[in-house]
């Protein structure tokens, strides 16, 4: 009895060890299969990194260095505080993207801002540091919601910045950021560029004049019959609005243009906020005091804004 008993306990033992060289074995492959992935990773990272690395120097506007450029303004925008909202943002928004020259409250149904908001200086007004480049491009903030440069092809509509390019030449990193497809709407080019361009022109000198100013732009759509263009299904605006806020003079002031040809004379399409917010549905500088807030959104005082 006793030598049976030891032989099943032996048995018992030697199942054991088995199961447990099965499981160690288990374990060494699993870590052998991790090593050699890793290896493969870490090769695949140095070919990309060489990749990125030489699309820096050699091709400054190939898809590999505007991808990499991108993806440091991601890291850097999360961690940074920039003051384009410092008095407030002006509505809710699918998507909404802080950067350096601006920010935006992007729109999915709409494909593109409900608005763009930046301060303006007269310093960054007369700096000359950045030309036009004209890099058009799709956002990489918006993960494949962005609209795209073919959307705007044989439409008739021009590219219409809402944050101008002509108020970003104080920084190359921030010019060329005014040129991603998120800032644009599509224009009338009559519009765009006859008293929408005067109009971003008045905003530089106010900007020099008042020595900061804190600039809305954004579309206006009046009706649900607005046209599309595009794959994307980019909407067409039946207008666009702009609002000033010079803080060190307590002065605002609204402007509601039609997408279409019409008088440069600004004057014709100077409003009060209050008219842009029942326009548009939003609620401007929301972080000025209540009893200014109140005060200055309900006139227009054409004589200080030279009108």
Known sequence: MTAKRKSKSDNKKSKSVSSAE???KKVKNAYYFFKKAMKFCGILSVVFGIGFGSSFFTKSNSALSTFSYEMYDIVYEIFADFDN?????PGRADTVINREGYAIG???KYKQPLWVCYNLTAEEVKSKKAKRD???RSDWRLWGDSAQLEDYKGSSYDRGHLAPAAD???STKVMSQS???SNMSPQDPSLNRGAWKKLEKKVRDMAVKCKKLHVISG?????ADYKRIGNSRVAVPHGYYKILYAPEQNEMIGFILPNSDVNSNLTNYAVSVYDVEDAVQLEFLMKVAPEVRKKLKNKINKDFWKL
């Open 22 to 24: 099965k499981s160690v």
């Open 85 to 89: 909202l410092e008095y407030g943002i």
């Open 106 to 108: 992007y729109s999915d």
């Open 134 to 136: 004209d890099n058009f």
């Open 168 to 170: 970003m030449g104080w």
């Open 179 to 181: 040129f991603f497809m």
């Open 219 to 223: 579309p206006v759509f009046e009706r």
